[in-house]
């Protein structure tokens, strides 16, 4: 498991695979946070998943987390998890679904997300973006820490469920592991 500071690809977005894990590890980066995006370029390069895996483990970087597209469908979701597991990252993250959306539904996918990454060993971290407006809501309009209060009563799988506050591209906050709060 890592510990310190972690850059997202999607911050030199324009730049080649290679060249930000050069650059984070020169400039001091502990790890990095890759994107579905950084294996599908890499197979579009011809190059496979594993080839990505070796190159990434090569770099000396830990993996934060490896991130998911919610547009893609969960088999999609399942393959990153694999990924994060073999490269040793406890953390998949997605951000939620944009735009408005019924709690109950929200819920759902979060159980069946974490089902998913419970299942290949990895905890699910939920990133609040801009564009998930009721999870922003929930964030502006009560505490992070009272929502996730809520959470745990309405999703049974808490313990498999990271909540990463996030405004922009820093990360001001954290919640680790709902877990330690049920205990």
């Not at 890759?34 to 594993?50: I, K, T, V």
């Not at 502006?140 to 799988?157: E, F």
């Amino acid at each position: 498991m890592w510990k310190g500071l972690a850059l997202h690809t999607w911050t030199l977005d324009s730049t080649p695979l290679a060249e930000v894990l050069r650059v984070a590890r020169a400039t001091g980066w502990d790890a990095v946070e890759l994107r579905r995006l950084d294996f599908r370029r890499a197979a579009e390069a011809g190059r496979s998943a594993e080839h990505v895996l070796d190159f990434v483990r090569a770099s000396g970087l830990a993996v934060a987390c490896v991130g998911v597209e919610r547009r893609r469908l969960l088999d999609a979701f399942a393959e990153s998890c694999r990924w994060a597991r073999a490269l040793q990252s406890e953390t998949v993250m997605s951000a939620v679904d944009a735009g408005e959306s019924e709690r109950a539904q929200a819920v759902a996918s979060v159980a069946e997300a974490a089902d998913i990454a419970a299942a290949h060993g990895v905890k699910l971290a939920l990133e609040f973006i801009s564009q998930a407006e009721q999870f922003n809501m929930l964030v502006q309009s009560a505490s992070a820490k009272a929502w996730i209060a809520k959470a745990k009563r309405l999703v049974p799988y808490a313990n498999e469920v990271n909540i990463l506050v996030n405004a922009g591209a820093r990360v001001v906050g954290e919640i680790r592991s709902l877990a330690k709060e049920r205990r």
